[in-house]
């Protein structure tokens, strides 16, 4: 099983991105699907996840801002970030919570990418 996260980038100020994270390999179901994020100095936290029946959630200081979305036939979550800020800046990864063809639950992230918001 892969994770490819892609859409990351440098912005400005109250500009938007798209984040997307597609998924392949020997998969049976997804569950939950989330955008975590790290920044310099910072511990890794939760951004937004999204349950396989559509429930979502968010950190506080992006609701409002950012919206998550799921594409179960592309297996593929996306995160569309809007009014970007500065504090937003951080590497962005992908997280997934799988059932393999095998049977076997397990969870994956996939390699970041790289936010930079100036001001």
């Known amino acids: 099983v892969q994770l490819q996260a892609s859409g990351g980038g440098s912005v400005e100020t109250g500009g938007s991105l798209r984040l997307s994270c597609a998924t392949s390999g020997s998969i049976f179901v997804i569950n939950v699907m989330g955008w975590y994020r790290q920044a310099p100095g910072k511990q890794r936290e939760l951004v937004a996840d999204i349950s396989s029946g559509g429930r979502t959630n968010y950190k506080d200081s992006v609701k409002g801002r950012f919206s998550i979305s799921r594409d179960n036939a592309k297996n593929t979550v996306y995160l569309q970030m809007n009014s970007l800020k500065p504090e937003n800046t951080a590497v962005y990864y992908c997280?997934?919570?799988?059932?393999?063809?095998?049977?076997?639950?397990?969870?994956?992230w996939g390699k970041g990418t790289l936010v930079t918001v100036s001001s």
């Open positions: 997280n997934q919570n799988i059932r393999k063809i095998d049977g076997a639950w397990e969870n994956y």
